[in-house]
T-cell receptor, first 115, second 111 residues
Framework: AQSVTQPDIHITVSEGASLELRCNYS??????LFWYVQSPGQGLQLLLK??????LVQGIKGFEAEFKRSQSSFNLRKPSVHWSDAAEYFC?????????????FGTGTQLKVEL | DAGITQSPRYKITETGRQVTLMCHQT?????MFWYRQDLGHGLRLIYY???????DKGEVPDGYVVSRSKTENFPLTLESATRSQTSVYFC??????????FGSGTRLTVV
């Protein structure tokens, strides 16, 4: 079964500092990978996704993620964090084919931004 | 407009009562999903549907029932609510480009 690990439950960064949120997945083949953001009391918004091709993926709000097959990782990065980025971030994976198109989520990383 | 609506946004119910959470998409996407979100667990899949009248269990289906008589609707029913089902519930559909769009969620409290 596929699984997703987000090792950092909470991360605090200063506004303007760089950010990296870690995500590791467990799946035999190349999965489809996603990052979602959730502001308090809101639903989930898609930041970016990776299916194939260039391993560096650009998303919305200045975020990017890099797929590293050798490390089974799909870390999310942002060069300069804004206070409005404070939210919870979820990494998710689904199988390339079949499996009911189900998304499996990590447990999330809560980002706090210090002014 | 994300094209997916969940109702109600908030619900308080008593233990043992039946409660139905509604999910409606304005499109005709085939795949729809129900997740529950709990602190420390992220989002866990309850049930999903590949098309009208085709549903299957996810990771945590016990105590829940789904139906999908029409493509655009995917209601989730708690047959006899328990306190452990207090959670935030999200409905989603899979888009044609293999993304997933989520509703705004239903916050359910079982007292």
């Amino acid at each position: 079964a596929q699984s997703v690990t987000q090792p950092d439950i909470h991360i605090t960064v200063s506004e303007g500092a760089s950010l990296e949120l870690r995500c590791n997945y467990s799946y035999g083949a190349t999965p489809y990978l996603f990052w979602y953001v959730q502001s308090p009391g809101q639903g989930l918004q898609l930041l970016l996704k990776y299916f194939s091709g260039d391993t560096l993926v650009q998303g919305i709000k200045g975020f990017e993620a890099e797929f590293k097959r050798s490390q089974s990782s799909f870390n999310l990065r942002k060069p300069s964090v804004h206070w409005s980025d404070a939210a919870e971030y979820f990494c998710a994976v689904r199988r390339e084919a079949g499996g009911g198109n189900k998304l499996t989520f990590g447990t999330g990383t809560q980002l706090k931004v210090e002014l | 407009d994300a094209g997916i609506t969940q109702s109600p946004r908030y619900k308080i119910t008593e233990t043992g009562r039946q409660v139905t959470l509604m999910c409606h998409q304005t499109w005709s996407h085939s795949y729809m999903f129900w997740y529950r979100q709990d602190l420390g667990h992220g989002l866990r899949l309850i049930y999903y549907s590949a098309a009208a009248d085709i549903t299957d269990k996810g990771e945590v289906p016990d105590g829940y029932v789904v139906s999908r008589s029409k493509t655009e609707n995917f209601p989730l029913t708690l047959e006899s609510a328990t306190r452990s089902q207090t959670s935030v519930y999200f409905c989603a559909y899979r888009t044609d480009t293999y993304g997933y769009t989520f509703g705004s969620g239903t916050r359910l409290t079982v007292v």
